[in-house]
């Protein structure tokens, strides 16, 4: 694996209605912290117009995509605020601080957690008591670690399979060609239910770079619906962050996971949430 050493180049941002000239760059901390209910609302309605705009110029309803917020670093006091905004659903790299967060917030019942980070095995025993789905699915040592904690919880987990459709070394996630014969073996995992794919696409200002990483991922999605026992499920598409979400939905996202547009830019650095010593590529700023 490599480590990036080098400066992170501008954020990939939302464009024109075209979709064709990227916006002048900005820094992470072009987004202003949301701290209270007012201004959350207001983030939340600008990124639901957006993502309203962008299922227009594809020809889609609004109906099909969902809006993940992704609250990583944010405390239980805006949690709570977003939750009273609304959201019912929440995505989290990290499943210590995600874990933290569903005990302290119990009260909050149908508040659903989805852990979008990588997960390392040893960790699988807290995701399969508290999350409502698990969004990067890329082994099956991990497939057969959680679902024997699940079996044990007697629980099913919503799952997604992690596909690194940019080839970069730094990115977890399965490689394009290795999905098929992955989905052919998950069956054995009987209390996994795989709904889809997810992906976090190359970052870059330029829209012809980035957009390949999204076909690429539906294109998987439709042969794998074609191929393999979970054809009649298998819809789900999860890409798109806070900087490319309506490239993403152009191009068949059904989840969108934005973070920093809705609650502000983050304090901690995002090498914080990408364990085992892989360095973060540049665009986990815009989720």
């Known amino acids: 694996m490599h480590h990036n050493t080098q400066a ?26 949301a701290t209270t209910l007012a201004e959350l609302q207001a983030n939340l309605a600008d990124i639901r117009s957006r993502i309203d705009s962008a299922c227009a110029r594809a020809g889609r ?15 239980e006091q805006r949690i709570r605020l977003i939750y009273e905004a609304g959201c019912r659903e929440l995505g989290e790299n990290k499943v210590q601080e995600a874990y933290g967060k569903w005990e302290a917030m119990s009260d909050l019942t149908d508040l659903n957690w989805a852990v979008i ?43 997604f399979v992690q596909v690194n459709t940019s080839g970069e070394e730094s990115k977890f996630g399965l490689a394009p060609d290795a999905v098929p014969a992955f989905m052919r073996a998950l069956p054995a995992y009987t209390s996994l239910r ?14 012809d770079h980035v957009r390949p990483c999204f076909t690429l991922l539906r294109t998987l ?6 191929d393999s026992p979970y054809k009649d499920q298998f819809d789900e598409l999860s890409m798109g962050m ?9 191009e068949g996202a059904t989840t969108v996971r934005v973070g920093q547009a809705i609650f502000g830019a983050r304090n901690l650095p ?14 986990t700023p815009g989720r």
């Not at 991990?142 to 079996?151: G, H, I, P, S």
Request: hydrophobic letters at 35%.
């Open 8 to 33: 992170s180049p501008p954020l990939f941002l939302p464009r024109g209605p075209d979709l064709n000239t990227p916006l002048p760059a900005r820094s992470a901390t072009g987004y202003p912290t």
């Open 194 to 207: 795989p709904r889809g794919l997810m992906t976090l696409a190359l970052f870059s200002s330029d829209a």
């Open 61 to 75: 309803s609004p109906d099909e995509v969902r809006l993940l917020p992704v609250s990583k670093t944010v405390d």
């Open 270 to 283: 995002d090498s914080y949430y990408w364990p085992e010593g892989r360095a973060p590529q540049p665009e």
């Open 242 to 250: 806070s900087g490319d979400f309506e490239l993403a939905i152009e």
């Open 117 to 159: 980070g990588h997960l390392q095995t040893n960790k699988t025993k807290l995701v399969a008591r508290f999350a409502s789905e698990f969004q990067a699915l890329d082994s099956l040592r991990v497939a057969e670690a959680l679902d024997k904690r699940l079996q044990a919880e007697g629980r099913a987990l919503d799952v």
């Open 221 to 226: 999605r439709d042969q794998i619906r074609q």
